[in-house]
């Protein structure tokens, strides 16, 4: 089974996070930091809200501030997102060849929905899971025993495709294949990434 992320990884959508954290931050006159980064990035969102309400030391609710990113957000996910290049070729690859294929993100469920039936990849899917409902950080190997458990399938017959080298690590601890995927948002990770995967790639093309 073939397991994919969404964010950074089937779509180029990481720049509207980078882009909410700043506005964000900069409202309450902070700076976006590393720190700050490494705290909410590829985080389910109860989590990100609440490392962001300690780290910033707000007085507003985390579910003002998931509201307040919500906002932010807006429909950029069903109108400015696009697909990554060499994503939609692979992915006909894999059906024409068969494969059972997945999604599993830390997305909010309504931007991934948003986003998969507004650039046409949802009909590859078997199904998606959201570590938001699971209320699993995909940075902890447990998610990937749960996707595993979930679809039926072993750990040691699944491929996971994601450009975040925290969740890269976990679904390799969970005895996975893991291919990572170039993403500009997390280059400073990437020679840790290629140290982490089985296999590293800057697109979907080089599988083509």
């Known amino acids: 089974m073939l397991i994919f992320d ?3 990884t089937l ?3 990481n720049s509207i996070w980078r882009t909410v954290d700043e506005t964000f931050l900069a409202r309450r006159g902070l700076p976006y930091t590393r720190e700050y980064y490494d705290g909410v990035a590829h985080t389910i969102f109860p989590l990100a809200a609440a490392f962001t309400k300690e780290f910033c030391h707000l007085s507003e609710s985390t579910e003002e501030i998931m509201a307040e990113w919500m906002e ?8 400015s997102v696009p ?4 994503v939609v070729e692979y992915l006909e690859k894999c059906k024409a060849a068969g494969e059972r294929m997945i999604v599993l993100t830390s997305s909010v469920p309504v931007h991934c ?5 507004h650039l046409g990849l949802l009909p590859y899917f078997e199904q998606i899971l959201f570590a938001h409902e699971l209320g699993i950080d995909k940075k902890d190997p447990a998610i990937f025993h749960k996707a595993a458990e979930i679809m039926g399938v072993k750990e040691s017959d699944c491929t996971v495709f994601d450009d975040s080298v925290a969740s890269c690590r976990s679904a390799k601890a969970a005895g996975m294949t893991v291919i990572g995927v170039y993403d ?8 840790e990434m290629q140290d982490v995967c089985d296999r590293t790639i800057r697109g979907f093309a080089e599988l083509l």
């Open 11 to 13: 779509i180029d959508s």
């Open 184 to 191: 500009e948002f997390f280059h400073v990770s990437w020679d």
């Open 83 to 86: 697909v990554k290049p060499g």
């Open 113 to 117: 929905r948003m986003a998969l039936t």
């Open 72 to 79: 932010l957000a807006g429909d950029m996910y069903a109108t």
């Open 6 to 8: 969404m964010d950074g």
